[in-house]
């Protein structure tokens, strides 16, 4: 079965400071990713998704992601961070299961 | 906001009570998901509704029962649950079910079982 590992759990970071989450699934076929953040108190938003084409993704926010196939990776970056960027980042795979498969998530705090 | 509305926000039920969490979505959606959120742990797929229909159900335990009267509102029975049931419980909704789409959330229901 399809799984998703964010190997960093927690991540503290000053401002202006640069960021990689990374993510891996497990399962080698077609697949579709998605990077979701969760600002505190407030629901879970898409920022930013991959379903085929270049393999570098821009999202909202100044981030982007970048599908590695033979790694099975798709990694979130910003090259500067934010205090508002604080909040809580999930990687998620939807396979040919259909299912949107999620990671356990990485806590990201960001200080001034 | 979302397009996807969920109720209660916060709840707090016995083990021999029943109650249900209630989320409406106006995207004209046609699949809707309900997921448990826990500390430390992946977010979890319960239930997948397409078309009102249940395709999915992810060996969740019986006290959980799902209803989709319509594809706009999707329901989540809950009766004799259990503390390890304390969680954050999210509706989601895409356009529909399958790969290519992409799903949006609601604010959950955090509920606590005493």
């Known amino acids: 079965a399809q799984s998703v590992s964010q190997h960093n759990h927690h991540v503290i970071l000053s401002e202006a400071a640069s960021l990689e989450l990374g993510c891996n699934y497990s399962?080698?076929?077609?697949?579709?990713l998605f990077w979701y953040v969760q600002y505190p108190g407030q629901h879970l938003q898409l920022l930013l998704k991959?379903?085929?084409?270049?393999?570098l993704v821009k999202g909202i926010k100044g981030f982007e992601a970048e599908f590695i196939k033979s790694k099975f990776s798709f990694n979130l970056r910003k090259p500067s961070v934010q205090w508002s960027d604080t909040a809580e980042y999930f990687c998620?795979?939807?396979?040919?299961?259909?299912?949107?498969?999620f990671g356990t998530g990485t806590r990201l705090q960001v200080f001034p | 906001e979302t397009g996807v509305t969920q109720t209660p926000r916060h709840l707090v039920m016995g083990m021999t009570n029943k109650k249900s969490l209630k989320c409406e979505q106006h995207?004209?959606?046609?699949?809707m998901y309900w997921y448990k959120q826990s500390a430390k742990k992946p977010l979890e797929l319960m239930f997948v509704?397409?078309?009102?229909?249940?395709?999915e159900n992810n060996s969740v335990p019986s006290r959980f029962s799902p209803e989709c009267p319509n594809s706009s509102h999707l329901f989540l029975h809950l009766h004799t649950l259990q503390p390890e049931d304390s969680a954050l419980y999210l509706c989601?909704?895409?356009?529909?079910?399958?790969?290519?789409?992409?799903?949006?959330f609601g604010q959950g229901t955090r509920l606590t079982v005493v």
């Open positions: 989601a909704s895409s356009q529909e079910f399958g790969q290519n789409t992409e799903a949006f």
């Open positions: 399962y080698g076929g077609t697949v579709n």
């Open positions: 991959y379903f085929s084409g270049d393999p």
């Open positions: 998620a795979v939807n396979d040919d299961t259909d299912k949107l498969i």
């Open positions: 995207l004209g959606h046609n699949a």
């Open positions: 509704y397409s078309l009102e229909e249940r395709v």
